[in-house]
């Protein structure tokens, strides 16, 4: 089975950066789709950013297109998530998440992947 770990997540100002990372065990890495989602308190859980198995397709969502950057380095089993420009919607605890298909696309929808992380935390102060 696939585990995924999180982290990189803390405090960060208003307007900084963040750069979250997932680990990945396996060695089909390269054949996943991945995605990460947040859920802030009292509210639903919500797409972020996704990319394909091969790197070179990615969605976001509209709160954070421009802003955030996801990419994926296949020989370290690991996707990151680049977050500039934070402000306080920001705050959310982030899910990597991994869709378990050969050659799977960037899906925005939570039921198209197979496994999630345990999440990190990622707080925004003003």
């Known amino acids: 089975q696939v585990q995924l770990v999180e982290s990189g997540g803390g405090l960060v100002q208003a307007g900084g950066s963040l750069r979250l990372s997932c680990a990945a065990s396996?060695?089909?890495?390269?054949?996943?789709?991945m995605g990460w989602f947040r859920q802030a308190p009292g509210k639903e859980r919500e797409f972020v950013a996704a990319?394909?198995?091969?790197?070179?397709?990615?969605a976001y969502a509209d709160s954070v297109k421009g802003r955030f950057t996801i990419s994926r380095d296949n020989a370290k089993n690991t996707v990151y998530l680049q977050m500039n420009s934070l402000n306080l919607a920001d705050t959310a605890f982030y899910y990597c998440?991994?869709?378990?298909?050969?050659?799977?696309?960037?899906?925005?929808?939570?039921?198209?992947?197979?496994?999630w992380g345990q999440g990190t935390q990622v707080t925004v102060s003003s």
């Open positions: 998440s991994a869709d378990h298909s050969i050659k799977a696309r960037a899906s925005v929808s939570p039921r198209e992947y197979d496994y």
């Open positions: 396996g060695r089909t890495f390269s054949d996943y789709a």
């Open positions: 990319i394909n198995w091969s790197g070179l397709s990615t």
